[in-house]
């Protein structure tokens, strides 16, 4: 059974800067990607940011240049800087892992509340 745990969430004032990490129970290079999602109150899940097995990455538009996703994978964790951070970017942001069989396999953590504010 796959576990994934997330940390690093927290409450931060606007511009700042928070690292979320999301540590894996087995090896992540088992999986085709990773990735980082959000849902903040009354919307639906989005996504933030993923990371393939080979290390290419894709983000949201409304986070470009502003966050950064990374994989370690010699201690099987993935982690999400997230700078200059806004009200806006509040929200539950949960850890996936995917993998592609003969269909699309997700795995998901808890989530870790993320909360911008003055």
């Known amino acids: 059974q796959v576990q994934l745990v997330e940390s690093g969430g927290g409450l931060v004032q606007p511009g700042g800067s928070l690292r979320l990490a999301c540590a894996a129970s087995g090896s992540i290079v088992s999986f085709n990607a990773m990735g980082w999602y959000r849902q903040a109150p009354g919307k639906q899940r989005e996504l933030v940011a993923t990371?393939?097995?080979?290390?290419?990455?894709n983000y949201a538009d409304s986070v470009k240049g502003r966050f950064t996703i990374s994989r370690d994978n010699a201690v099987n964790t993935v982690s999400l800087q997230m700078n200059s951070l806004k009200p806006e970017d509040t929200a539950v942001y949960y850890c996936?892992?995917?993998?592609?069989?003969?269909?699309?396999?997700?795995?998901w953590g808890q989530g870790t509340q993320v909360t911008v504010s003055s």
């Open positions: 990371i393939t097995r080979g290390g290419s990455t």
């Open positions: 996936n892992a995917r993998r592609l069989v003969d269909r699309i396999v997700d795995y």
